[in-house]
Each structure stands twice: as structure tokens, then as C-alpha cells.
């Protein structure tokens, strides 16, 4: 629309007074200059000014996701004064930005006002030669006029969208990150048996890992094997490496070198929906439960894999879930909100352990749920309390993403020291003399 009013202006006032083409030029020529000097810095101001916005989008959801645990921590303070900050960078972005297209704009309404001003000044000074009439001359002045808003809103709206093509920019690099491998497994690289994984055989051969090019190794050589149908215990101090272990089993990152073994078949040439979302294949049951919106009956089976609501109903029943105690089948058309917000940490747990259950209140009573529901899986958990794991097969000691001990909790207890010995140690003269009793029970 603004083009179509910039070029009927000229068209008029041409025909009015064609030695109005005579400003024109220089006008024209003029604005190139003026464009190209904006374009030099106005869409690197607009990319700035996006920037500098999604940290403070970040940080408001971080604050309201964790506002209970900032309190408790006292660092109200802190996180406000950060906020401020990312509000201060973002304000000093946009601020500069709007001050960019304010020089633009004001000079293009230079331009314009020129333009009138120099076919006024034609009229005044050569109307007795041109005969021109009032009529046309108002004509002349009006069309100028709209000549220099016409000017001003094309220019202004055309290096805006420029300025804005910056968010396509963004979205076309994020295109350009590395994508997952493929979903699908290419049969002529690996041939899977329907009913792959069998056993759980799980082996580790001189895994090597890291999260970015930029970073040290997260697993460095790790390699262990645990038997079929066997429970191994995951220990270490914070950065040792134990969510590492999970995150390269289910090819969360990718290995740089070495190989994962399920049932003898390299993990990294199956596709991802083979090694994640095979009905009897591996499973997860995070430390921070991860539930989706909806009702209860998609929170557990997502994908509507699971056609018979009675089967969700005891697997429920079996996590002692009270709605599905008390109700029955209403239950599964409850409300959960966006990551179980409407639940207790134990009750998100729970949940997740039903879907676990499908697929293949306390941390105790899910450990038990552990060991009477899943005789025949290999289990592997990553333990925060050695209570956990003293009766498991075996135990697996992280240090500096190597492997530092690796065993039956019985036998890593021989050695006064080694980590697992010291670890047990430090819990306290009482509880190592019951962590050690229930070693030497299994």
C-alpha cells in the first residue's frame, strides 16, 4: 500500500511539474547513501535486541519454576538483582535499536520536507513562465506531502522487516545444529530380532564420551559388563560420571569412541526408536519425574501403545496410586498438569513407575517395587544413598568419568581403600556397621 502511494505521488507531481524530477534525483541518491549506511548496523541492533530477550525469558521461567527453592536458599536477593541486569542489557539493546530507526526516519523526513520545499520554491520562483494554477499548485503541495509520508512509512516499514528477518536468521542456524541419528535402523547395517533384548546383557567396551568438542571427556575408557537379569548399583560424586553412563546408553549424546552392547547388538547402529521405545527394551525412571499435560491415562501411555485400560489401571494399582485404589477407571481421566505440577515429588515418582511398569510416596517403597517387579531386567540405579544398592549384585564406583571400582558391594568392602569402603565409612560408625551386615547378607 505505502509503495503504491510513494509511486502516485511522483507520477502526480511529475505531470503537475515535471521539473520536480530535477530534486528528485539528488533526493534519491541521497536516500541510497542514507540506506545503505543503516543497513550497516540496523539489523545487527535488532539481532542484539534478541539476544539479550531470551535470557530473560530463561531466567523468569527458571524463577517461577523454582521460587520455592530460592526462598528456602535465601537468594531472593540475587536473582532479582540478576533479572535486573538481563533487563538492563536487553533495555540498553532495544533502546539503541529504536535509536537507530529514529536517525533513519528522521532523515527521511529531511528528504521529504526537501522535496516540498524545492517545488514550493519552483513555483514561487518560475510560475510566471510555467502558468501553473492554483488548483494544480495544491495539488503539487499536497501530493509532496504525502510524498513525504509515503517516503517516511515505505523506508521505515522495509529496513524494519529487514531488521526482523533476523528471527528467521536464528531459526535457520538452530536448523543447521546436529541432529539425532536416525529413528529407524537401516537393515542393511544391523538386522534386529523382534523380540531384541532377550536377556539385558549389558557391556561397556572403552566408551569415551563428551558433551561438546570444547569440553573434557565425561566418560573416559569406561568399560564393565554386567551379566543378563542383574542388579548393578551406580555411585560416585557429583561429576563422576553416573548420569553420563545413562545418557550414552540411551544415545542422549552420542560416544566419541568405543561401544555399547545390549544383547551383543552395537547400540550405535540401531536406530533411536529401537533402542528407546522397544516394548520390552530399555526404560528410564528419572530422578526428577517427567510427566506431560493431560489426562492421567496419556501421562502413563503416551503413545496409546497400552489399549486395555485395565492394564494401566494395575499397574496404578500396583504403585499403590489412591485414585486407582479408591475410583477405579474414573481415575484415569484426571487432570495432570505440565510436569505434575499439581502432584507431590512422591506421587510424580510413582507415576513414572507405572509407566515403567507398563513398558516392561517413598524412595523405599519404590526400591522394593524394584525388587519384586523387576526380577527379569537387568536394572541399573544411579543411587544417592548406598541403603539402596548394598544388596545388589554389583556396584559400580565413578570417579573423573573413569571407572574406579566395579563388583559385589562384599568385595569392594575388602578394600579399606577404595572409594565404595570410604564412602561407606563416612556414613557413620552405626550405619557402615548396617550398610556392611547387609553386604555379607547377599
Same mark, same amino acid.
Request: with cysteine; charged share 20%.
Given at each position: ?62 524463577? %517461577? $519454576?523454582?521460587? &520455592?527453592?530460592?526462598?528456602? @536458599? =535465601?537468594?531472593? *536477593?540475587?536473582? +532479582?538483582? #540478576? ?118 546383557? %549389558? $557391556?561397556?567396551? &572403552?566408551?569415551?564420551?563428551? @558433551? =561438546?568438542?570444547? *569440553?573434557?571427556? +565425561?566418560? #573416559? ?131 513414572? *513407575?507405572?509407566? +515403567? ?86
Amino acid at each position: 500500500m505505502s509503495s503504491s502511494w510513494l509511486l502516485s505521488s511522483i507520477v502526480v507531481m511529475a505531470v503537475v511539474l515535471p521539473w520536480i524530477l530535477i530534486p528528485l534525483a539528488p533526493v534519491t541518491l541521497i536516500y541510497i547513501y542514507t540506506q545503505s549506511y543503516y543497513r550497516m548496523s540496523g539489523p545487527d541492533l535488532q539481532r542484539l535486541d534478541a539476544i539479550t530477550r531470551s535470557p530473560i525469558q530463561a531466567s523468569l521461567a527458571e524463577g %517461577l $519454576e523454582g521460587a &520455592h527453592i530460592i526462598r528456602a @536458599y =535465601r537468594k531472593e *536477593l540475587k536473582f +532479582a538483582a #540478576s533479572f535486573r541486569h538481563l533487563i538492563n542489557r536487553n533495555s540498553a539493546a532495544m533502546m539503541n535499536f529504536l535509536a537507530g530507526q529514529r536517525w533513519l526516519g528522521f532523515r527521511i523526513e529531511i528528504m521529504g520536507a526537501s522535496l516540498t520545499t524545492a517545488s514550493s520554491l519552483i513555483i514561487i520562483l518560475a510560475n510566471e513562465m510555467l502558468n501553473i494554477n492554483a488548483g494544480m499548485v495544491g495539488l503539487l503541495l499536497q501530493w509532496s506531502i504525502v510524498f513525504t509520508s509515503a517516503l517516511n512509512f515505505f523506508f521505515l516499514r522495509l529496513t524494519d522487516s529487514e531488521a526482523r528477518l533476523t528471527s528467521i536468521e536464528r531459526i535457520y542456524n538452530t536448523s543447521q545444529l546436529d541432529s539425532e541419528a536416525a529413528w529407524e535402523t537401516d537393515a542393511s547395517v544391523a538386522v534386529l530380532d523382534t523380540l531384541w533384548p532377550q536377556n539385558g546383557e %549389558l $557391556e561397556f567396551d &572403552h566408551v569415551c564420551m563428551r @558433551y =561438546r568438542s570444547d *569440553l573434557p571427556l +565425561a566418560l #573416559s575408557s569406561v568399560s564393565f559388563k554386567l551379566i543378563a537379569k542383574s542388579r548393578c548399583g551406580i555411585i560416585g560424586r557429583t561429576g563422576s560420571g553416573k548420569s553420563s553412563l545413562i545418557a550414552s546408553i540411551l544415545r542422549i549424546t552420542e560416544i566419541e569412541s568405543g561401544r555399547i552392547l545390549l544383547d551383543g547388538v552395537d547400540l550405535s547402529e540401531i536406530g533411536l526408536t529401537d533402542v528407546r521405545g522397544r516394548e520390552h527394551g530399555l526404560r528410564v525412571i528419572p530422578q526428577d519425574p517427567v510427566l506431560y499435560a493431560g489426562s492421567l491415562r496419556d501421562c502413563i501411555d503416551p503413545f496409546h501403545l497400552c489399549t486395555d485400560d485395565e492394564i494401566i489401571l494395575e499397574a496404578l494399582k500396583a504403585v499403590k496410586h489412591q485414585g486407582a485404589l479408591k475410583r477405579g477407571l474414573a481415575t484415569l481421566n484426571d487432570s495432570i498438569e505440565e510436569g505434575g505440577s499439581n502432584l507431590s515429588a512422591g506421587e510424580r515418582q510413582l507415576l513414572c *513407575l507405572a509407566r +515403567a511398569i507398563i513398558d516392561s510416596s517413598t524412595d523405599s517403597f519404590i526400591q522394593e517395587m524394584l525388587r519384586t517387579r523387576f526380577n527379569d531386567t537387568t536394572l541399573l540405579t544411579i543411587a544417592h544413598r548406598l541403603h539402596t544398592i548394598m544388596d545388589y549384585d554389583t556396584v559400580l564406583v565413578m570417579d573423573n568419568g573413569r571407572v574406579a571400582q566395579f563388583g559385589p558391594p562384599k568385595e569392594l568392602l575388602m578394600d579399606k581403600n577404595g572409594i565404595f569402603a570410604s564412602l561407606v565409612e563416612s556414613s557413620g560408625p552405626e550405619a557402615a556397621q548396617e550398610l556392611r551386615a547387609i553386604a555379607d547378607q547377599h
